[in-house]
């Protein structure tokens, strides 16, 4: 079965360079969920879309801009990047709502994107 | 919760068409436009239910615009039975009541 696909699995990037991530939703899946987890940390929600609107926001820094595409996939955009960004980035994706009309927030997860500043 | 905004009261003549509106300019991506209504002494009735496409029912139509920041509730052909409170509301979780449109049908 398809799952949630992150891209790029590893990216470095130099202090204050600007760094794009992808997500690619479960097919059919209409909300997709960012967090950001540092080293011993819990994933922290930054940000999520649904149906391509911004539903909930976390603490997301200003430096930080996501949106969800018309073919549902998102990119996470982080500029002015701090050695403190270095962390791993999950997306995870689910369908709102079941077909027998009840909400459903279970997600999927994504792999991640490993994001080191140096 | 996103708030909404309706009318307080409004009248339709029998047989013709009554389009509630109700704003909602602070709605999010995941509320859904509900629309009940409460006939005199008795619990709130679901009417219709929509996410950002108009639709249609035995009851009622709904008419979204395109930035969900506002709807429209029609019922094609009033009758005396249709006068009631009607509430618009949006959610995907808690039903929170306000205080609604008091549509008086009149013969």
């Known amino acids: 079965a398809a799952g949630v696909i992150q891209s790029p699995r590893h990216l470095i990037k130099e202090k204050r360079e600007t760094a794009t991530l992808k997500c690619y939703p479960i097919p059919r899946h209409d909300t997709v969920y960012w967090y950001q987890q540092g080293p011993g940390q819990d994933p922290q929600f930054l940000i999520s879309f649904y149906e391509k609107m911004q539903s909930d926001k976390g603490s997301i820094p200003d430096r930080f801009s996501a949106q969800q595409f018309s073919d549902y996939h998102s990119e996470l955009n982080m500029s002015s990047l701090e050695l403190g960004d270095s962390a791993l980035y999950f997306c995870a994706s689910s369908h709102l709502l079941k077909p027998s009309g009840r909400w459903d927030t279970e997600a999927f997860f994504g792999q991640g994107t490993r994001l080191t500043v140096v | ?107």
């Open chain 2, 1 to 107: 919760d996103a708030k909404t905004t309706q009318p307080p009261s409004m009248d339709c003549a029998e047989g013709r068409a009554a389009n509630l509106p109700c704003n909602h300019s602070t709605i999010s991506g995941n509320e859904y436009v509900y629309w009940y209504r409460q006939i005199h002494s008795q619990g709130p009735q679901y009417i219709i239910h929509g996410l950002k496409n108009n639709e249609t029912n035995e009851m009622a139509s709904l008419i979204i615009t395109e930035d969900r920041k506002s709807s429209t509730l029609i019922l094609p052909h009033a009758t005396l039975r249709d006068t009631a409170v009607y509430y618009c509301i949006v959610r995907p979780l808690i039903v929170r009541f306000g205080a609604g449109t008091r549509l008086t049908v009149k013969p």
